[in-house]
């Protein structure tokens, strides 16, 4: 499907900063970091998850450990007939139990997936809390999931999505907000 930019929301200056405060939020919160984890969600939550605990390691001396989390095998949205959605793609090398584990996602929509990634990590350890960082909420909750640090708060109609760009996958940092192109059919 053909999308159209509706407006570029954030830069690569923008972004840092966000992270910045992001990141100072997070340790001002968590008074004891080296007790922190870091696990983002696939793919991008990863890389804002490593960004961040690279913040937190120039500003509070702590090298936070981070991992990537696939959360594919427990989303609610797949069709289950045929398809394998047992757990197993996870190597996690940090153990959780007992951690305070603030898990990174690049947009918060209906909550589903920050769900599937509680249920993924569940199922790798039990830890002390689960804290959510987002990077960008666009609101339109299904589920009763709210971040305990967002980047940006971005209301959005369903039509429109929200797109984070980041230089390790994109070549670009930047935020998007776009919409399918209007198909035009001829009589």
Avoid: W
């Amino acid at each position: 499907m053909d999308t159209k930019v509706k407006a570029r929301i954030m830069d690569n200056s923008k972004i840092r900063r966000t992270l910045l405060r992001m990141a100072t939020e997070i340790a001002e919160k968590n008074r004891q970091i080296d007790n922190l984890v870091i696990i983002g969600i696939e793919t991008r939550g990863y890389y804002l998850g490593q960004r961040l605990a690279e913040i937190l390691k120039q500003n509070e001396g702590v090298d936070v450990p981070v991992s990537a989390l696939d959360i594919t095998p427990y989303r609610d949205d797949l069709d289950s007939k045929g398809k394998n959605q047992q757990p197993g793609k996870n190597e996690i090398n940090i153990n959780l139990d007992g951690k305070d584990v603030l898990l990174v996602d690049d947009v918060i929509f209906t909550g589903r997936t920050s769900r599937a990634a509680m249920e993924a990590i569940f199922d790798l350890g039990r830890p002390q809390t689960i804290q959510l960082a987002v990077f960008i909420d666009r609101g339109h909750r299904e589920l009763p999931i709210r971040p305990d640090y967002t980047g940006r708060l971005l209301p959005t109609s369903r039509r429109e999505r929200v797109e984070v760009h980041l230089k390790e996958i994109d070549q670009v940092d930047e935020v998007l907000i776009t919409e399918p192109k209007e198909i035009i059919k001829k009589k």
